[in-house]
């Protein structure tokens, strides 16, 4: 038996089904084998619903010490109140680089099959810096902030992790044809970094061609490195070409820390009902034990969902199962033993 360590991992399992796919991903992180000391992080809740505030400080305080979370959904108002925790956390832990691969899943049926991508988006600037303002009534002038800094630094983050993980091919995306300053310094800075990994192919390609190609032949693509905007919309349109955000993880990772989630909301209309489908959040703390170097771990859960998913037996409603949150669970945990 190999000495194992002990991770410390900030949980946040957030709102709505957040509690209940949380609860799935800790008992399937904690049969895989890795020794994990959770520090979980919630508003009040009474009957399900929140009675007070989430405990952002002191969330933002415990990843700045265990460098890692996990985290479900959360509810964010739209156009008021506090900014949300992902933004919290993104800024103040410089979560730089948004990592979505994307893979088909056995049995989810799916337009294509084949599909293999891993997408890499800038998490820090572009039209997402939110720097906007009124010239005066009637006109709005929202910021493009594109800098050699950050396109430079998610180009060395994309090229490593390429290299790491065998991956071949990156297609920067891109509208320098129109935004020939900003698009096109995205660009200048990651051909810089694109020459120095000879043994990647590297490829650009603009952002509404890739979206028509991805829709036709989205098996032509390895890897997709984007600035914000367009990677935000391009990676759900990638989602949806393996069956939506319920099967796909997503981690933001900066140089001290990461932070790993589902990225389907809090689903109000099924709260409470036991039927929540936890993959998403499971796959994201598979992508979280990789991360943490506990290769064996991640793989080991990776191919126990790929079973039970193969085996259709106890999957959820929403891939077209009749199993339970726990059913499903589990299974799981029943194909890793
Ligand atoms: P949603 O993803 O919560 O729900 C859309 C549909 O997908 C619903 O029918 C829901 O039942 C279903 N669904 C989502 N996740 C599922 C799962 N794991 N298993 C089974 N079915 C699932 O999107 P919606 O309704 O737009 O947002 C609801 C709330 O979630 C909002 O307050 C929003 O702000 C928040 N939200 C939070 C996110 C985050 O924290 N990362 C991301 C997206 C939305």
């Known amino acids: 038996m190999m000495e194992t360590m002990t991770h410390k991992i900030t949980l946040l399992p957030g709102d709505g089904i957040g509690p209940e796919v949380a609860n799935a991903a800790t008992q399937i992180v904690e049969a895989s084998g890795v020794s994990v000391e959770w520090e979980v992080f919630a508003a009040p809740l009474k009957d399900g619903k929140r009675v007070g505030e989430f405990p952002r400080e002191q969330a933002v305080e415990s990843v700045r010490r265990t460098h890692v979370a996990l985290k479900g959904p959360m509810a964010t108002a739209v156009a008021e109140g506090p900014p949300s925790i992902n933004v919290a956390l993104r800024k103040e832990l410089d979560l730089y680089a948004n990592l979505r691969p994307v893979r088909n899943v056995a049995g989810v049926s799916s337009r294509w099959s084949g599909v293999d991508l891993v997408i890499v988006r800038e998490n820090t600037e572009d039209l997402y810096a939110g720097l906007e303002h009124t010239v005066v009534p009637g006109v709005v002038e929202s910021l493009k902030i594109i800098t050699e800094y950050a396109s430079t630094r998610i180009a060395r983050f994309a090229f490593e992790y390429a290299r790491k993980n065998g991956r071949k091919k990156i297609h920067a995306i ?50 997709l490195l984007l600035p914000n905007l367009y990677g935000d919309v391009v990676s759900d349109l990638a989602a949806g070409l393996v069956g939506g955000l319920g099967v796909v993880p997503s981690g933001n990772i900066g140089d001290v820390a990461a932070l790993f989630e589902a990225v389907h909301g809090t689903a109000p ?39 039970v998913y193969r085996a259709g037996k106890h999957t959820t409603r929403d891939v077209g199962g009749t199993g339970t949150t726990q059913e499903f669970t589990r299974a799981v945990i029943a194909e890793m033993a």
């Open 174 to 223: 891109h509208k320098a044809n129109i935004m020939k300053l900003s698009d096109g310094l995205f660009l200048s800075s990651i051909r810089v970094v694109a020459a120095k990994y000879p043994d990647i192919e590297y490829h650009e390609l603009i952002v509404d061609n890739t979206c028509m190609q991805l829709v036709m032949n989205p098996a032509q693509f390895d890897m």
């Open 269 to 307: 209309d099924i709260v409470g009902k036991g039927i929540a489908n936890p993959t998403a959040i499971v796959m994201s703390a598979a992508m979280m034990l990789n991360y943490l170097n506990e290769i064996e771990a991640s793989r080991r859960i990776l191919g126990a969902l790929d079973k």
